[in-house]
T-cell receptor, first 111, second 111 residues
Framework: NAGVTQTPKFRILKIGQSMTLQCTQD?????MYWYRQDPGMGLKLIYY???????DKGEVPNGYNVSRSTTEDFPLRLELAAPSQTSVYFC??????????FGQGTRLTVV | DAKTTQPTSMDCAEGRAANLPCNHS???????VYWYRQIHSQGPQYIIH???NNETNEMASLIITEDRKSSTLILPHATLRDTAVYYC????????????FGQGTTLQVKP
């Protein structure tokens, strides 16, 4: 049982490039989340999903897209990367009203 | 979504109890109080949660006031490894699925 796995751990992007941050969980959790955390700040919710095929915007969705075609995977897509998207990205999952489990994060730098 | 208010930062001497307060005056009857912590930019880690009764586990104790408008997380014998950002969140089945984090409390445990 690996929990929540995020790849890659680190990435440097050039302005205008695109990339997909991968998140997968093997706990059969229905809820999945993407957060970003800027230096010295708290976690901000980007997108979340309540189950396969269902996604919704969080607090800071602009510049990002998500999909949830399977229960296990919840990729986050960055189109036209900007320096403002330099951040640490965390994926999380949970089952109904239980506690959330987090991945170890993806550190993204846009230059 | 119910919101929480926490002090920005606190200090605690090593070996002493750390008491971290949280106000959640708009909490609904079916919403739980959850506590997480984040050590040194790792993914947040679940600590404890409760509805209205006090709870204790191997990591901490949670004291919820009778009116449920506030709670206190207690680390009974703080160690240097407990230095972290502590987040208090309220969440329940009435939520849409969003899991929103506030700024949390930065606890500094000092020798």
């Amino acid at each position: 049982n690996a929990g929540v796995t995020q790849t890659p751990k680190f990435r440097i992007l050039k302005i205008g490039q695109s990339m997909t941050l991968q998140c997968t969980q093997d706990m059969n959790h229905n809820y999945m989340y993407w957060y970003r955390q800027d230096p010295g700040m708290g976690l901000k919710l980007i997108y979340y999903s309540v189950g396969a095929g269902i996604t919704d915007k969080g607090e800071v969705p602009n510049g990002y897209n998500v999909s949830r075609s399977t229960t296990e995977d919840f990729p986050l897509r960055l189109e036209l990367a900007a320096p403002s998207q330099t951040s640490v990205y965390f994926c999380a999952s949970r089952l109904d009203s239980t506690e959330a489990f987090f991945g170890q994060g993806t550190r993204l730098t846009v230059v | 979504d119910a919101k929480t208010t926490q002090p920005t930062s606190m200090d605690c001497a090593e070996g002493r109890a750390a008491n971290l307060p949280c106000n959640h005056s708009t909490i609904s009857g079916n919403e739980y109080v959850y506590w997480y912590r984040q050590i040194h930019s790792q993914g947040p880690q679940y600590i404890i949660h409760g509805l209205k009764n006090n709870e204790t586990n191997e990591m901490a104790s949670l004291i919820i006031t009778e009116d449920r408008k506030s709670s206190t997380l207690i680390l009974p014998h703080a160690t240097l490894r407990d230095t972290a950002v502590y987040y208090c969140i309220v969440f329940g089945s009435s939520n849409t699925g969003k899991l929103i984090f506030g700024q949390g409390t930065t606890l500094q445990v000092k020798p």
